[in-house]
C-alpha cells in the first residue's frame, strides 16, 4: 500500500467516524473544519497538554459552544484535526485503526461540545457499554 492510498483510506476511516456522530449533534456543528495531518506539530503537542515522548491522536482548536456569544462577530472555524500517523503506529490491525479513529473524532466532537477531558473520558465509557 503506498502512502498515497493509506491516506486515502485513512481520510475515509475519519469520513466514515464523522458520520457515526449522532445526527442531532452533528447538525449543532456549525462553522467546524474536519482536518487529517500526518503528524501533530510542536505547537499542537503544547496546545494539547501533551507530556514529552508522548503523542496526540486528535486536536480541537476552537471555542467550544458552551463558551460562545451570540454577539461575538464571525469567528475562524473551529478546527478538529485527526492524525494519521500515530494512530497507525497504534492500531495492530485494520479493524482497530477504524474503532480508534471513531474513537478520536468523538472524542473530539464532545470536546467542542464543552466537556472536559474528565467528562469525556466518563462518557466513552458509557458509551462502550
Known amino acids: 500500500?503506498?502512502?498515497?492510498?493509506?491516506s486515502t483510506y485513512f481520510d475515509r476511516l475519519v469520513q466514515d467516524a464523522w458520520?457515526?456522530?449522532?445526527p442531532r449533534f452533528?447538525?449543532?456543528m456549525k462553522n467546524i473544519a474536519?482536518?487529517?495531518a500526518d503528524e501533530p506539530s510542536r505547537e499542537q503537542l503544547v496546545r494539547g497538554r501533551v507530556p514529552r515522548g508522548g503523542t496526540l491522536l486528535g486536536l480541537y482548536e476552537g471555542r467550544p459552544l458552551t463558551t460562545r456569544s451570540v454577539f461575538e462577530p464571525f469567528a475562524m472555524p473551529d478546527r478538529i484535526t485527526?492524525?494519521?500517523?500515530?494512530?497507525?503506529?497504534?492500531?495492530?490491525n485494520p479493524e482497530q485503526l477504524a474503532k480508534l479513529v471513531e474513537e478520536t473524532v468523538w472524542h473530539e466532537v464532545a470536546h467542542y461540545f464543552g466537556m472536559n477531558e474528565r467528562q469525556v473520558r466518563a462518557a466513552e465509557l458509557r458509551?462502550?457499554?
Open 127 to 129: 458509551r462502550r457499554r
Open 1 to 6: 500500500m503506498g502512502s498515497h492510498d493509506s
Open 26 to 28: 452533528r447538525r449543532r
Open 82 to 92: 485527526i492524525f494519521q500517523g500515530p494512530h497507525e503506529r497504534m492500531a495492530r
Open 19 to 22: 458520520a457515526g456522530i449522532a
Open 34 to 36: 474536519l482536518l487529517v
